[in-house]
T-cell receptor
Framework: AQTVTQSQPEMSVQEAETVTLSCTYDTSESNYYLFWYKQPPSRQMILVIRQEAYKQQNATENRFSVNFQKAAKSFSLKISDSQLGDTAMYFCASMGDAGGTSYGKLTFGQGTILTVHP | EAQVTQNPRYLITVTGKKLTVTCSQNMNHEYMSWYRQDPGLGLRQIYYSMNVEVTDKGDVPEGYKVSRKEKRNFPLILESPSPNQTSLYFC???????????FGPGTRLLVL
């Protein structure tokens, strides 16, 4: 079984500043994937970043990076140089790797609403 | 254009009237999945499919059925909808389960 917890229901940040969204997870799998998805007001779900748990290096995608702390089961998302278009709900999610019991099962957190102010 | 399509986008129905929400992808993806989104609960997985004729339950399968007769299509069936199935539904697909999932635009369902 997997659980994903996002403890910040809402966050706000000024344009051009940096913000970090928190995510903790629990899994019995030895290998797994972690994701951050973004849902803007249009409701479209878009992948922000993906991390394979066996890789030590933190994933980055342009202004988006993660701080993956495997022992602490923490997977926070850092957004640098925040832009108005970053305003969205952000979801953290996990899935077990092939061979595990949760392969194919994607578990989401409750989401964090991020507002970027001009 | 690579995409996941869902129909209908909006649906109002009454309790007990069977309905089907269609989902189709044109990316030749093996994996497809259905989710429902409710305020404060995030997205919860209903059913997923690893390939044609292979489906499995997610976290909230009660009251739903699925089928995967063709690779591109993965319809969600509500045999006897109830008001607690009022929700926003998303279909998604990916090449393999651990890869990036591409989501459809969502179907907003209201069951009276």
């Amino acid at each position: 079984a997997q659980t994903v917890t996002q403890s910040q229901p809402e966050m706000s940040v000024q344009e051009a500043e940096t913000v970090t969204l928190s995510c903790t997870y629990d899994t019995s799998e030895s290998n797994y994937y972690l994701f951050w998805y973004k849902q803007p007001p249009s409701r479209q779900m878009i992948l922000v970043i993906r991390q394979e748990a066996y890789k030590q290096q933190n994933a980055t995608e342009n202004r988006f990076s993660v701080n993956f702390q495997k022992a602490a089961k923490s997977f926070s998302l850092k957004i640098s140089d925040s832009q108005l278009g970053d305003t969205a709900m952000y979801f953290c999610a996990s899935m077990g790797d092939a061979g595990g019991t949760s392969y194919g099962k994607l578990t989401f957190g409750q989401g964090t609403i991020l507002t970027v102010h001009p | 254009e690579a995409q996941v399509t869902q129909n209908p986008r909006y649906l109002i129905t009454v309790t007990g009237k069977k309905l089907t929400v269609t989902c189709s992808q044109n990316m030749n993806h093996e994996y497809m999945s259905w989710y429902r989104q409710d305020p404060g609960l995030g997205l919860r997985q209903i059913y997923y499919s690893m390939n044609v004729e292979v489906t499995d339950k997610g976290d909230v399968p009660e009251g739903y059925k699925v089928s995967r007769k063709e690779k591109r299509n993965f319809p969600l069936i509500l045999e006897s909808p109830s008001p607690n199935q009022t929700s926003l539904y998303f279909c998604a697909s990916s090449l393999n389960p651990g890869e990036t999932q591409y989501f459809g635009p969502g179907t907003r369902l209201l069951v009276l």
